[in-house]
């Protein structure tokens, strides 16, 4: 069964970024920022393609240098602070069925700004689709923080309400005890995969959605500078640890 299924990973990459300047191919542990998503793509067993989607010959060039497939430079108008997934996920998807002549079935989201992801990652995702036959598949992780202890606060009054409230508000009010409170998860974009034929009906995912839980430390999103800083010592952190279990 998985020789009929076509698995098509996209890197986005554009080349506009306010808070860190070409952050995409900014250096965290001597590597630009593209490569690691980069490499996790060449370490996956069950992607049958993967491309870059960038707008910018920069970072298209620095993408090449690192083995990357980049055959277009992505629109313009697909490249703006207001564009959203589904817009570079449907461009991606249509020019491969029409530059490439093939479909693709299941579209894997790879972003740059999650660097702490392995080829096991990708391939888990494609295996759980596989056998569940489900419709998209996003990584979580356990956060730190509990929705049922964040609140609401009017910027007027100040008056504050609870952001969620559990089956024991009416009695307890939000006094509730830690271990009472039901299990959460934080989608971290470490990987996020979903059939082809949703995004070609402008859906980043079906109704079917399944979760694979991926340990937090790994769950960093480079937005800001100190974020590189971050994410280069938590790669250090978990190289080490990886070695000392083996």
Known sequence: MRKQIRTLAVIPARGGSESIPYKNIALIGGRP???YSIKAAQEA???????????????AKVAKKYGADVPFLRPAELSTDNAVDIDYLKHAVEWVEKERGWTPDI????????????GT?????????????????K??????????KMWFIDDNTKKMKPFMRTKWYPKLFTDVPRQWLPQHYWQ?????????KFIKKGKVFGSDIRGI???PRRSIDIDEPADLKRASQRMGELAVKTKTKK
């Open 33 to 35: 920022l593209i490569y």
């Open 45 to 59: 067993k069950l992607l049958d393609a993967f491309l870059v989607s960038t707008d910018d010959e920069k970072i």
């Open 107 to 118: 579209i894997v989201n790879l972003r740059p700004t999650a660097p702490l992801r392995y």
């Open 121 to 137: 990652d990708i391939d888990q995702a494609i295996k759980l689709m596989d056998n569940t036959g489900c419709d998209s598949v």
């Open 139 to 148: 990584t979580v992780n356990v956060p730190y923080e509990n929705p049922f």
């Open 188 to 196: 971290n974009c470490i990987v996020d995969a979903t059939r082809a």
């Open 213 to 215: 839980v991926t340990d």
